[in-house]
């Protein structure tokens, strides 16, 4: 998963045609670690797809902007349009995940 570090990369990254994957985190929170602990599976089954990361609190602003209320989420996007987000409430288990991305990469 590939960090990014600016909100001007974000800006650019969205932008592809097809769709990206981006996990907004925090160093301190306990929920961030708890789904490092299983991610690398899921980047495995969707290594397909393009991840990136971004520390909400590295990037002023960039939470606020793409609705994220609560970390970790999962955005996708593509062609500069979110077209999926999972909240953190929904990205505790391996298995949410999966379903979600399942759903929203159909």
Known sequence: MKN?????????????????I????????????????????ILDAYSQYEWYQVNSDEIEG?????DVMGIP????????????HQHSA???TPEEVTAFLQKALA
Do not use: H
């Not at 990014?4 to 990206?20: G, L, M, R």
């Open 90 to 92: 929904y990205t505790k």
């Open 22 to 41: 981006i996990k907004f985190y925090a160093d301190w929170c306990p929920d961030c670690k708890r789904m490092d602990m299983f991610i690398g599976d």
């Open 73 to 84: 989420s999962l955005l996708i996007f593509k062609n500069g349009e979110k077209i999926a």
């Open 62 to 66: 960039i939470a606020q902007e793409n």
């Open 4 to 20: 990014i570090q600016t909100k001007e990369a974000f800006n650019q990254i969205i932008q592809s045609d097809k769709p990206v």
